[in-house]
Nanobody, 121 residues
């Protein structure tokens, strides 16, 4: 079993910055990737950024030049960070941490509870 604990988020004015972090613990030895998705009201959940076990990041186009994803930790605890800069109102959404890993017989995923990001003047 994998547990995810998110922190960060909140409200900021356009052009501001926020950090998100997500600590993954438990059966994380099969980690494939950790990342962040977001979902705004009325929209589908979409990938924002993710990072593979080896450290290779992936970004959605809108986040490529403004956000940075990183990972740290060891075999017992991994933390994924999302640094968001130059935030825009359209970045407002609930952000979800996402874990993808290999279990004993199949690949599986775990979602965090979500943290709200509001960008507004």
């Amino acid at each position: 079993q994998v547990q995810l604990v998110e922190s960060g988020g909140g409200s900021v004015q356009p052009g501001g910055s926020l950090w998100l972090s997500c600590a993954a613990s438990g059966a994380i030895h099969g980690l494939l990737s950790l990342g962040w998705y977001r979902q705004a009201p009325g929209n589908q959940r979409e990938l924002v950024a993710s990072i593979e076990r080896e450290g290779r990041p992936t970004y959605t186009d809108s986040a490529e030049d403004r956000f940075a994803v990183s990972i740290s930790g060891d075999s017992a605890l991994k933390t994924v960070y999302l640094q968001m800069t130059s935030l825009k109102p359209e970045d407002s959404a609930t952000y979800y941490c996402h874990y993808e890993g290999l279990g004993t017989s199949a690949q599986f995923e775990v979602w965090g509870q979500g943290t709200l990001v509001t960008v507004s003047s």
